[in-house]
């Protein structure tokens, strides 16, 4: 089984709210479809839709006043909206896709996924159907409701279904070393090992906040699964090909994140998300 | 709390496949806003969305040939896409209204209900939000996936959340003798109790097939639930003004399914579904 997230800046237009990039999914359907010869599970990220309206209604930090029930109403709304696209798009390609909807499966405590019916997406992976969840705007016992990130979804799932591939899409090379859309110095990393993460988490701490805080959550949350013994890759699939290429197996740029034995490392931007 | 059905045939055009009345549910969510002054629990029926496709492939039997997998796929995007309809006709008479996918909450077995996330329902019920459930295509352990009505949710929630009132808002004015859609003569039967539940199914077993078996099936569900001292308000709500009356508790014209010691039937649309 291959896990696959759609990153929510590849598929949509961070820039323009509730604006899906049509081309690209639809391309991205099409190489799905010719490149994914497993069951395959896809998460997708809230990109135009979920984070505009979550971060004007201050919605990460949980509960706080009860303006906030618009908010909730708002960005499910809207991430009901966006997955019926990705969902539209991966059926006109003929991947039978079914939405999962993540608030309606998954309890979170404190921000970290508390249950998660899992059963329900093996039944659809035992249907030949692939299952899509996506970050959610979700219920938790300890703050009321929280944003639960489609990359905790991908790290919770992978220790359940463990699969065979874990393949990140994204709308940028890998993991740089520096912000690679504002800095042309910029490195990529191409391996992150046991050896090298100290090193790359203090040079994306010393790169301007915005950016880094969700560069590093994100790699800190593949680390903690890297430490399990999952590898996950992350590719640029604005690029065409590259996701087909990276469903198949064959070699692409990128950045993979070795498994090993890596220190333990507070994701404290999870702890409070 | 109240537990609100709003039929299929009421906020769809069960003659135009996809199509939502968009006049009537905009009326319903300004009646509901205005009527409903305890906490809410909404589900709707699947109507112009989920029955075309469900049917055309077969889905109420459950798993028999690959050939089911595309509909599915396209049953879950008719529900999404009604269900995002209805979330948005109520948020926009300003109605917290949340979308509870039961296709990621809900695992049946042989066509009833084995296990629901009514956790999930309660946590929205704290944040004073409006769960929104639905007719749908759901996993199931026994058949693969079945067909999960409305009324079997309204049903097997009723039991858990013990609500003040059970309002099922219809396109009729409540249960006939025999269909009054094609029978100048048929006659409202206003209440429905152990006295003369025998001789209304008799009657309406006598009449044509098609639309007593749904009725028939709708009223065991009710009576299941009458028996465990549930009470249930089958109206009309294509008539402005009932649906609000009712959830004010004001007397109006409709079927009441009075509780009581009613013998066991043997609800074979369900055990079959």
Known sequence: MILLKLGGSLI?????????????????????????????????????????????YELHRGFKD???????????????????RVIDALARRGIPAVSVQPSANVICRGGRIEQLNAEIIRKFLELDITPVLYGDVVLDEKQGFCILSGDQIISYISKIFKPSRIILATDVDGIFDKNPKKFRS????????PANLEKI?????????????????????????????????????????????????????????????????????????
Chains 1, 2 share one sequence.
């Not at 692409?252 to 409070?272: A, L």
């Open 186 to 193: 910029a490195k990529l990393i191409e391996e992150i090992n």
């Open 201 to 273: 988490l203090q040079k994306l701490e010393a790169s301007p906040r915005d950016v880094t805080g969700e560069i590093k959550g994100k790699l800190l949350e593949l680390v903690a699964l890297a430490r399990k013994g999952f590898e996950a890759q992350i590719i640029n699939a604005i690029k065409p090909g590259r996701l087909k290429k990276a469903l198949l197996g064959q070699q692409i740029i990128g950045t993979t994140i070795k498994k090993g034995r890596y220190k333990w490392i507070q994701n404290d931007r999870c702890k409070k998300a």
């Open 12 to 56: 949509s237009d961070k820039k323009k709210k509730f604006s899906v990039r049509r081309g690209v999914l639809d391309r991205l359907a099409a190489e799905i479809k010719a490149g994914a010869k497993e069951k395959l599970i896809i998460v997708h990220g809230g990109g135009a839709f979920g984070h505009p309206v979550a971060s004007e």
């Open 66 to 84: 009860k303006a906030q029930t618009k908010g909730i109403v708002l960005t499910r709304i809207a991430m009901n909206e966006m997955n019926n």
